[in-house]
């Protein structure tokens, strides 16, 4: 496409944010992670993008795409931000089709020119270029939860495949999810209370699928299983997860998701607990 | 008024259920012509219900080893049958490496076209007939009028499409964002297909398709090579064309007639298929 190329080339310098893919699905692929809302917020410094949803105002979602794994990351400015309807970025990616084409790979042009101005994608596939014009507003503020590694009280890492397994086969009739973790037994337990009763999910400590188990003090925190539930999206794609609590109960979970040139991406879920549990 | 036929040939039953399930996809009810030569699949929607129109064109003897027929009259010697298109769809699926398929216009209690499969039971050398009576409207002659072959209008811009199956996740894409589509051509063998909404505007540029050569005394003589000429379209109607196409076309021509209609020219072996959506008031 040389024409497309000298006519970005030519306006490149007017952009604020130029970054290019030789395969979009590293981009989309992360995206759809955190689709779990209609809008979300763009932030990018020189170290990468960092894609934003909340929910709620109780949950959000972070994505994070090092320039790395760009071909391309050029940014002119400390930090550009905005806010875009997720659900037509993610149409706009996958103009080509969403499932993989063996031997084909759209490759993706990014341009943003500043506020006001929307963010331009030029995606091509075989010689078929697609140009789209998506409408950009200013961000709104994103939720701080003030979630310091100091304040980590617990922290577990394991392999993906052991708590999908586990979610796919959690009782949604159920209205929040206890988290249990301790020192002594049941170590890392998943409750939920449902209809048809209550049902228990405990990890042994030694598992083969825990990689790291650090336990400073008991905890059992209730979250909405509801607002947890757009989680498994990244669950599905990640190969293994970092789940910690901080001293106020607060939730992270951490993803990492290798794309499909290798490549590590995170997601991570913000989620606060939903209620003090009654002593028992 | 008599029709029967009967496959024996596979390849030719597997061409047929192709069409057949092709025709189901683009039409819920359609015309079915049986005429000495042809049989045709016909479409002609009222303006109010979208205004698409379709023309399917096959040649008896490329698929019936044996075909009878007795139209209405000898000067009108064709038969004119309204049908459900997913029914012969449906009858035909059981058809998968039957023996022999037979067509038949029947009267039982109700007038039927009569699909009977006779299947192959790989166990032993005997056979199972499956019949499937299709419920139909015979068309009376008063109507074949609406029913003609569509005049193919004077195009503006005449060009090769791309392929259909890259233009159908395209279309697909762009339908989850708007209603309307436009789409537009040029002689220098450029196809765009646009969609534009408040929040965002996509368009997908294919290029060097090529440009079918007109007849000499053709408005698009006069034409300048980039100027587009454009339709706006209901997409639904585009994606339900494209999501038809099950087969790679031999041939694949869309004829653009500004502002008015689209006009999809398809040759699938030897079958012919012809598809007009018409441009949105």
Same mark, same amino acid.
């Given at each position: 496409? #040389? ?98 084409? #063996? ?79 301790? #020192? ?45 539930? #757009? ?50 | ?14 061409? @047929? ?16 012509? *049986? ?17 698409? &129109? ?10 019936? !080893?044996? @075909? ?57 050398? &005997? ?31 005449? *060009? ?17 964002? !708007?209603?309307?589509?436009? *789409? ?21 540029? @294919? ?10 005394? !053709?408005?698009? $003589? &006069? ?16 994606? $339900? ?22 006009? @999809? ?6 079958? !012919?298929? $012809? ?7």
């Amino acid at each position: 496409m #040389p024409l497309l190329t000298q006519r970005v080339q030519d306006e490149d310098e007017q952009y604020c944010l130029v970054a290019s893919l030789d395969n979009v699905r590293n981009l989309s692929t992360v995206l759809k992670a955190i689709h779990f809302k209609e809008h979300a917020a763009c932030f990018a410094t020189k170290n990468g993008l960092k894609v934003t949803v909340e929910n709620a105002k109780c949950v959000q979602a972070n994505a994070f795409i090092q320039a790395e794994v760009f071909q391309e990351f050029i940014i002119r400015e400390e930090s550009v931000t905005f806010r875009i309807n997720l659900t037509i970025l993610l149409d706009c990616l996958s103009i080509f089709g969403s499932s993989p084409t #063996p031997g084909t790979l759209t490759a993706l042009r990014m341009c943003y020119q500043g506020d006001g101005h929307p963010l331009m994608l030029f995606l091509e596939e075989g010689g078929v270029v697609t140009v789209c014009k998506i409408n950009t507003q200013e961000p709104e503020e994103t939720l701080d939860f003030d979630f310091c590694s100091t304040n980590v009280m617990n922290k577990i890492i394991l392999q993906s495949e052991g708590l999908r397994e586990a979610f796919s086969e959690l009782d949604m009739t159920s209205d929040v999810l206890q988290i249990t973790v301790s #020192p002594d037994k049941p170590y890392f337990r998943l409750s939920t209370f449902g209809n048809a009763g209550s049902a228990h999910l405990d990890y042994p400590k030694d598992s083969d699928l825990i990689e790291a188990f650090h336990c400073n003090e008991t905890q059992v925190n209730r979250y909405k299983l509801s607002l947890l539930k #757009p989680s498994t999206k990244a669950l599905a794609l990640s190969c293994k997860v970092s789940i910690r609590t901080d001293n106020r109960g607060f939730l992270s979970l951490q993803y990492m998701i290798r794309n499909e040139d290798g490549q590590i991406c995170f997601v991570e879920y913000y989620c606060c607990p939903d209620e003090d549990v009654p002593e028992s | 008024m008599k029709f029967r036929a009967k496959i024996v040939d596979l390849a030719c039953l597997n061409h @047929f259920t192709r069409v057949s399930n092709m025709i189901a996809k683009l039409a819920k009810t359609c015309t079915l012509r *049986i005429s000495p030569e042809k049989l045709n699949f016909i479409l002609s929607d009222k303006l109010a219900s979208g205004g698409v &129109s379709m023309w399917c064109e096959l040649e008896q003897e490329n698929i019936f !080893s044996e @075909f009878q027929m007795e139209g209405v009259s000898a000067e009108n010697n064709a038969i004119y049958l309204e049908l459900t298109s997913e029914n012969l769809s449906r009858a035909l699926k059981t058809a998968q490496n039957a023996r022999a398929l037979k067509i038949k216009l029947t009267n039982k209690q109700f007038p039927c076209l009569t699909v009977s499969v006779e299947l192959q039971l790989s166990s032993s050398s &005997s056979s199972r007939i499956v019949t499937h009576d299709i419920p139909i409207k015979v068309i009376p002659r008063r109507l074949w009028k609406d029913l003609q072959e569509p005049s193919v209008p004077n195009s503006d811009v005449s *060009i090769y499409l791309p392929a259909l199956k890259t233009m159908k996740s395209v279309v697909e894409k762009m339908k989850n964002i !708007s209603n309307q589509l436009v *789409i537009e051509a040029n002689l220098n063998g450029e196809l765009n297909l646009k969609i534009e909404t408040e929040l965002v505007c996509v368009t997908t540029h @294919f290029k060097d398709l090529g440009n079918p050569l007109l007849p000499s005394e !053709s408005v698009s $003589q &006069s034409r300048h090579p980039e100027d587009m000429a454009e339709v706006h379209i209901d997409i639904r109607k585009l994606l $339900q064309f494209l999501a038809g196409q099950q087969v790679t076309p031999t041939k694949a021509v869309c004829n653009i007639v500004s502002n008015r209609t689209v006009h @999809f020219d398809l040759l699938l072996e030897d079958v !012919s298929l $012809q598809y007009f959506i018409p441009a949105l008031s």
